[in-house]
T-cell receptor
Framework: ETGVTQTPRHLVMGMTNKKSLKCEQHLGHNAMYWYKQSAKKPLELMFVYSLEERVENNSVPSRFSPECPNSSHLFLHLHTLQPEDSALYLC???????????????FGPGTRLTVT | AQKITQTQPGMFVQEKEAVTLDCTYDTSDPSYGLFWYKQPSSGEMIFLIYQGSYDQQNATEGRYSLNFQKARKSANLVISASQLGDSAMYFCAMREVLMDSSYKLIFGSGTRLLVRP
């Protein structure tokens, strides 16, 4: 399997549920990202992990909890979400190499989350 | 703070014609990178093209080219010979380097392109 994969592709959960989103990259990259894409809003960065350490938490509510057990896997644990958290959640990875190249991020297909 | 502006919410183009998608940016960093991504209805973000602030020539990748005008702070995407499969959302993004040398992307609001047969 190649590229960046995300599971599940679709998720419907109640406000009291606990669920997790999974992202896996097969590109040998050393940085991973979670983005949120709501309707009619630009992509919003949520978390950045570089070399398995969190380097950015973009003022995300604590009901979203990321986990990066190794450089290939990234999770987003969800609990007591609100209906406004319904969105497309995109995972991305990149190879950080300051001073070289384009640093492009490769995205997964996303998880479409609906909170009821 | 860095900012990306895409002023065209939606555009139409006739199949086989060229189209330009606008992007302007604002940054005080002398070194920066600009990206264009395509997002089909399936949701996946597909990297198209990159332009570095110190690159002497405009970037090209197949039918995609970037019209980089540094003084105007614009990085417009040009798609030549449009195809029906080009119908999608297009996002312009800028790289912002974080403290530990990792980075994040700042995205514009996107332009929805529809290619007419």
């Amino acid at each position: 399997e190649t590229g960046v994969t995300q599971t599940p592709r679709h998720l419907v959960m109640g406000m009291t549920n606990k669920k997790s989103l999974k992202c896996e990259q097969h590109l040998g990259h050393n940085a991973m990202y979670w983005y949120k894409q709501s309707a009619k809003k630009p992509l919003e960065l949520m978390f950045v992990y570089s070399l398995e350490e969190r380097v950015e938490n973009n003022s995300v509510p604590s009901r979203f909890s990321p986990e990066c057990p190794n450089s290939s896997h990234l999770f987003l644990h969800l609990h007591t979400l609100q209906p406004e958290d319904s969105a497309l959640y995109l995972c991305a990875s990149s190879q950080d190499r300051q001073g070289f190249g384009s640093y492009e991020q490769y995205f997964g297909p996303g998880t479409r989350l609906t909170v009821t | 703070a860095q900012k990306i502006t895409q002023t065209q919410p939606g555009m139409f183009v006739q199949e086989k014609e060229a189209v330009t998608l606008d992007c302007t940016y604002d940054t005080s960093d002398p070194s920066y990178g600009l990206f264009w991504y395509k997002q089909p209805s399936s949701g996946e973000m597909i990297f198209l093209i990159y332009q570095g602030s110190y690159d002497q020539q405009n970037a090209t990748e197949g039918r995609y080219s970037l019209n980089f005008q540094k003084a105007r702070k614009s990085a417009n995407l040009v798609i030549s010979a449009s195809q029906l499969g080009d119908s999608a959302m297009y996002f312009c993004a800028m790289r912002e380097v974080l403290m530990d040398s990792s980075y994040k992307l700042i995205f514009g609001s996107g332009t929805r392109l529809l290619v007419r047969p």
